[in-house]
């Protein structure tokens, strides 16, 4: 009940300030209250479910039991009502708060399958990334382009705030993706449990060791997308940001071939070294 009342309270404070998505990187702000500014179709689902599906419904619920109370409170009190009733039954209540309740939930579910299933089946992708976790940080692998892989680990404190960065959620190393490409995310672990998630784009995946699960997603414009590892996984688990950067094709080109570039060179040098031999 309470958590019911606060909730519809924040909706009510986001709204009137327009507090929710005025963040230039996609990124927790100081007292926001409301979700991050979506970046990707699901995103906007998720968003619309909860702004316009699910709240709605939550203040209307709240308000309806709070004055159902207030006028029990008044119209029963014991010195306005001297003998109460006796009765335990009353069959007509009893099939309505059966039948509306389910008929709240059948309302909730027309919008919520739909929006499962978006997230479940993954659209025809235009390049697959694989998101490894170990305690504690991410690394990732872009198979299809020449198996660049990449390990990122947080930013220290100094770095990032002499780099004007978001400390505990950049790293060293980013994730980088084409803008408009639909991303086949691969997440995996090799130790223990760990989530591999970012906000703005409404993903979260659990990394489960020796297993491979798969989610997807389609950033609709450039920029820095922040999460965090959201499944409690030891002692660092503070400490294993994850650092998406959205940029034009061609600078996704660039970057590919820079990464590709430093991954040949060094095998060059040996094969070099081997024949002189
Ligand atoms: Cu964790």
Known sequence: MMNRIFSALILACSAVAGLSGTAMAAQPEPWQLGLQESATPVMTDLVFMHDWVLMPIITIITIFVLALLVWVMFQYHSGRNKTPAKFTHNLSVEIAWTLIPVAIL??????????????????????????????????????????????????????????????????????????????????????????????????????????????????????????????????????????????????????????????????QETDLALRAE
């Not at 490894?132 to 220290?156: C, K, M, R, V």
């Open 106 to 267: 059948v309302l909730i579910s027309a919008f919520s399958f739909p929006l499962l299933y978006k997230q479940d089946r993954i659209p025809e992708a235009d390049m697959t990334i694989k998101a490894i976790a170990s305690s504690w940080f991410w690394s990732y692998e872009y198979p299809d382009h020449g198996d660049i892989s990449l390990t990122a680990l947080l930013l220290p404190e100094e770095e990032a705030r002499s780099e004007n960065k978001p400390w505990l959620l950049a790293t060293d190393e980013n994730v980088v993706v084409p803008v408009g490409a639909v991303v086949r995310v691969q997440v995996t672990s090799t130790d223990v449990i760990h989530s591999w998630t970012v906000p703005a784009f409404g993903i979260k995946m659990d990394a489960i060791p020796g297993r491979l699960n798969e989610t997807w997603f389609k950033a609709e414009r450039e920029g820095m997308f922040y999460g965090q590892c959201s499944e409690l996984c030891g002692k660092d688990h503070a400490y294993m940001p994850i650092a998406v950067e959205v940029v034009s094709q061609e600078k996704f080109d660039e970057w590919v071939n820079t990464q590709t570039a430093s991954i040949e060179s060094p095998v």
